[in-house]
Structures are given as C-alpha cells and as structure tokens.
C-alpha cells in the first residue's frame, strides 16, 4: 500500500505501525522512511505544493484548481511538450512557445528524487533552456512510478531509457520558494513557484 492510500484512506484504532522513538533503543538502526514519503517530506521542505492524484479525473480537477487559485485561466502557458497539450486538450490553453509571454510552465519531469525531494528534468522538458529562462511559475505532471532514490538513479534510468539519444541539458529543480537574501546556500537558485500534480500509478 503507497504512503497516499495509507494518508487518505481510512486508519483503523489498533494500528501498531509507528513505534515511540522512547521504545527502541539507541542502538537499533533508523526507520528508513518508504520512498514517497521522505520524497513527500523534502519536497515540501523545499517549499513545494503536492496535490496527490488517484486517476486522471483527480488530476483534470487539481489542475482546474490551481489556474482558478492563482488567476492562471486566460493566461498563456508555456507547453514545449505536445503530447502533454494533447492530454489536457479539453483546457483549451492560450499556448505560448515563449518564454517571456508565459505566465507558468506546464511539463513532465524525468525522476522525483528521493533524498532531496528535487525534480530531475532534461532537455526532453525545457529544450535547451537554462531554468533562470523560464517562466517564474512550474506546473509538473509526474506519476507515483517517477520515484528513485538519488540523482544517480535517475541519471541511470534517463540512460536506459533513451539508449539511442540520450538527452542533454540534464539538471534539477530544488528551490520552490522566494530565496532569502540571507540564506547563502539558496544564492543564486533559480526558485520556482511549483506545483505538482502527482497520478498514482502503482
């Protein structure tokens, strides 16, 4: 069962599935978190917005909602990716191909990484554009099956994946908030404000 059903479903009275940290003891290894749900945990740290989605309906709905909340409807939208326009055709989007006459960027991604809660994207996303090029707003479509630990699984899986033309511009998105000033680690991120639509599919 995937940490979402486990979420939103219903929880019986007598589950015994977590353990107080009191009642191990310290020479016991660590619970390792399954890998939604540190994926979940860090990705929102970073500062981004989740909608969990099991069927397509779900997905359409959530997607609605995000373009209401945020005025989004009439604006143009950056869509490089035309089977993604085909798939949310009924949106009848203003469709843009630039970047500076969009207001968000509706994409896929190629992995969701784990242990940093990053996206992994290519140049089968953003073409050859540098992420400081596109616009400041992300809508990513990902699916439950996107799941890998760490950058170096997805850099594998991108691998076996494309064994005839491997893509380039490969890079990841981590910061999804405003910078601060202050904070010299986040100097210099391209932050997006992002939302993802993630489909079970497992």
């Not at 995937?2 to 353990?19: A, Q, T, W």
């Not at 009924?90 to 960027?105: A, E, G, L, Q, R």
Request: glycine share 4%; net charge negative.
């Amino acid at each position: 069962m995937s940490l979402f059903r486990k979420i939103f479903g219903p929880k019986s009275s007598d589950s015994h599935e977590h353990v107080p940290d009191e009642e191990r003891s310290k020479y016991m290894p660590d619970i390792k978190l399954p890998i939604d749900e540190r994926f979940t945990i860090n990705f929102k740290a970073n500062g981004g917005k989740f909608l969990y989605c099991e069927d397509f309906d779900e997905v359409d709905k959530n997607l609605s909602l995000i373009l209401e909340e945020n005025n989004w409807t009439d604006k143009n939208v950056l869509l490089l990716d035309e089977r993604l326009g085909e798939k949310f055709r009924d949106f009848n989007f203003s469709i843009s191909k630039k970047p500076s006459d969009s207001t968000y960027f509706l994409t896929t991604c190629e992995y969701l990484i784990s242990n940093d809660g990053s996206l992994l994207i290519s140049s089968n996303q953003i073409a050859e554009k540098k992420l400081k090029e596109l616009p400041p707003n992300f809508i990513i479509f990902a699916t439950t099956s996107q799941f890998v630990e760490t950058i170096s699984e997805g850099l594998r899986g991108i691998k076996d994946k494309n064994k005839e033309r491997i893509p380039t511009n490969i890079t990841t998105i981590k910061h999804f908030k405003a910078c601060d000033d202050k904070d010299f680690l986040s100097y210099g991120s391209s932050s997006k404000n992002l939302y993802l639509l993630l489909l079970e599919d497992l």
